[in-house]
């Protein structure tokens, strides 16, 4: 039995600035499996009149296998108590182990959209756009090297918001 319910997305708050901090989890389906992985840059906006969340996600990720199969994604976002079990799903990779159930973490499906029980908030985003960034792209290319010395840029998605959840 889930502990959310439904928020209207007029009426989320949450400080689009404490993604460095808190970071969150980006979360996929492919073939019935689930994969997730800690992320710390994004965004939300308006694009094309909609409510959207903005994720890069570096070509080696094994996410973005499973993002790029889906049509829709999630991210979840923790209480501080859960920064360890983050900081473990941001280092480990899901082609090596099961590393969701290694965490603790419950995955809970919402329209084969997976989230974590554990989670304080949901979202859930319907691909719109994806495009790989390029060097060519960076005027401050100071960027480039500080961020990007493998020049594995990453892929920019962005998706519009279908459904907010809040654990009770």
């Known amino acids: 039995m889930s502990n959310f319910i439904e928020k209207d997305i007029k009426d989320f708050t949450l400080n689009p600035f404490e ?24 965004g939300f906006g308006v694009m094309w009149n909609k409510e959207v969340v903005f994720v890069v996600i570096r070509p080696q990720r094994y996410t973005k296998e499973f993002v790029d199969n889906a049509d829709s994604f999630s991210l979840t976002f923790f209480d501080k108590k859960h920064l360890k079990t983050l900081s473990y799903l941001g280092k480990t990779s899901g082609r090596d ?20 029980e554990e989670a304080e908030t949901a979202i859930f985003a319907k691909k719109l756009y994806a495009q790989p960034m390029g060097g060519e792209f960076f005027l401050d290319k100071a960027i480039i090297d500080r961020w990007f010395p493998e020049k594995d840029f990453h892929i920019l998605y962005i998706g519009e918001i279908t459904k907010v959840l809040e654990n009770k």
């Open 97 to 116: 182990e099961n590393k969701i159930a290694k965490a603790g973490f419950t995955v809970a499906l919402d329209n084969n959209i997976p989230y974590f």
């Open 19 to 42: 993604i460095k901090n808190k970071w969150m989890l980006i979360s996929a389906q492919k073939d019935g499996i689930t994969n997730t992985m800690t992320a710390s840059w994004g």
